[in-house]
């Protein structure tokens, strides 16, 4: 069981601004303004992208969305983030009518 506190984009999805794994540890005044969930999903660890946690109240559903981010200096020396370049210089290319 997790507490949660979040931040509204709309009626169905909220993002998740914070999260404590042991409620029973919380006062009533803590508690004010979060959600309960079962359970909270790990985010993934990609190469290039950052994991953002989303809650629907209605549903009560936790899960991950990821974005695309800068590319940190090891990522650009690792295998991974070598590949991740050369696709999106071929993407470029592709999308200037180049290739």
Do not use: C
């Amino acid at each position: 069981m997790f507490i949660i506190r979040t931040q509204k984009i709309n009626d169905e999805k909220h993002r998740i601004i914070s999260y404590h794994p042991q409620p029973e540890k919380l006062t009533d005044e803590q508690k004010e303004g979060t959600y309960e969930v079962e359970e909270m999903p790990e985010k993934e660890q990609r190469v290039g992208e950052s994991g953002i946690r989303y809650f629907n109240p209605k549903t009560k559903e936790v899960w991950v969305e990821y974005k695309e981010r800068p590319l940190s200096p090891e990522e650009v020396e690792s295998e991974e983030g070598q590949a991740k370049i050369e696709d999106e210089i071929i993407d470029d290319l592709i999308q200037r009518g180049v290739l």
